[in-house]
């Protein structure tokens, strides 16, 4: 398999599971908006830091802007001068799957291709206009249909392998800067009603798809601590910060088995080890640690993977577009 080719794969299962992610986080803070009594800012503004584009919607909007959910939503689903808005993430997407038609199945291409048609068209437009939570179901579960395809109707070999690279490690950054921002802010709103403040953190869960796995895991009272703790550490839980590194560690195991020489892989196999290791409970217990800090550092030993594989793989560094990606 060329280098070329596995940038490709690599990349189209990161854009897939952006795009999937911020039509999650942008559905579910719809949602928070309505059933919650807290300001417009302190619900939109998660939803821009999440994606890093906090500082970029103040430049064009205005300081106070991130409080108007409707310009919020314009920006991370429509703006083309956006990298990180619906309409860019999924042209990329499918741009990177027509690259490689003949790698991946008939059915992967189609699906991609087919959201996208929507989404520019006449139909997506429509859609966004009558019902906002309809818009954004629409572009996960043809996301997440799309995903489901890779596993049922492509071969099990390296092309795969590095889509689902990209799609978990991917996961992993989105998971971590979700947990982070919405950590902080909820802490911030101060003690309030016992059912404001569960419903602030079983909105967290939903926007991490999170709020079933959670309630089967855990009786009792829905705390903040809780739910940190279950995202950063449930091995079981496929969106979990633990679930996708343990499985990107496996994934990047089987493209550099260990005892080979000479083959690319090696260095990130020896960074992603020792952030697996530090991910425990325990490492919360130490004093003076917190989940901002456990977070951060995920973020950016997670940028800094992706940006190793990119060397080790494919030969070239991230370009300015890959890296606002991998932020």
Known sequence: MIARIAEHCFWLGRYLERAESTARVLQM??????????????????ALAIFGERDTFAARHGARAEADGEDVQQFLT???????????????????????????????????????????????????????FGFYQHIRRMVQLCLGLFRSTMLHDTPLDFIWLGVLLERVG??????????HVFSRVGPGHRVVE????????????????????Y????????????????????????YCLESSHRYLRQLCPPGTQGQPGQESLARIAPLLERLRPEELAAPGATVHALLTHVVEETAALCELISREYFGTPMTPVTQAMAR
Not at 29 to 46: F, H, K, S
């Open 198 to 217: 569960t419903a602030l953190w079983l909105s967290l869960l939903r926007a991490c798809s999170g709020f079933e796995p959670f309630m089967k895991s």
């Open 29 to 46: 803070t719809g949602q928070l908006a309505l059933d919650a009594e807290i300001p417009p800012e302190q619900c939109w503004m998660p």
């Open 219 to 242: 009786s009792g009272k829905v705390t903040g601590d809780a739910v940190a703790a279950f995202l950063l550490f449930e091995a079981r839980f496929p969106r979990s910060v633990r």
């Open 174 to 183: 989105q998971t971590a800067r979700l947990l982070d921002v919405h950590h």
């Open 78 to 132: 429509w703006d083309e001068d956006n990298a990180s808005s619906l309409v860019s993430t999924l042209l990329a997407a499918r741009n990177n799957a027509r690259t490689i038609r003949e790698v991946v199945s008939r059915e992967c291409w189609e699906v991609t291709n087919e959201l996208y048609l929507w989404l520019v068209g006449e139909a997506g437009r429509a859609e966004y206009t009558h019902s906002r």
